[in-house]
């Protein structure tokens, strides 16, 4: 099993930035694809973006392509998404995800074994 740890979520004003951490413990880090999922009250869990296990390839929704960035320390165990120019569209729980699924790509939250609890990011206009 893999026990993963967000945080970093708060209250930040529209334009500014955030960086979610998710920490991981129990399996071997650098064997899963790592995602971030957020989901908005009264709205379905949504896919953020993803980046794989060892390559770096990563992926990401077009809502967020250019503002944010994931990545990972494999040395760490930490992966992170460093959120910038927030808009209150973005205020949601963001949960990181470990994968081992070669569909990890797709973001699709079946192919995520593993999540961490959730962290608060609300964006003020």
């Known amino acids: 099993q893999v026990q993963l740890v967000d945080s970093g979520g708060g209250l930040v004003q529209a334009g500014g930035s955030l960086r979610l951490s998710c920490a991981a413990s129990g399996r071997t880090f650098s064997d899963y694809a790592m995602g971030w999922f957020r989901q908005a009250p009264g709205k379905e869990r949504e896919f953020v973006s993803a980046?794989?296990?060892?390559?770096?390839?990563?992926y990401y929704a077009d809502s967020v392509k250019g503002r944010f960035t994931i990545s990972r320390d494999n040395a760490k165990n930490t992966v992170y998404l460093q959120m910038n120019s927030l808009r209150p569209e973005d205020t949601a729980v963001y949960s990181c995800?470990?994968?081992?699924?070669?569909?990890?790509?797709?973001?699709?939250?079946?192919?995520?074994?593993?999540w961490g609890q959730g962290t608060q990011v609300t964006v003020s206009s």
């Open positions: 995800a470990a994968s081992r699924s070669s569909r990890w790509y797709r973001g699709t939250p079946y192919d995520y074994a593993y």
């Open positions: 980046i794989n296990r060892s390559d770096g390839r990563t």
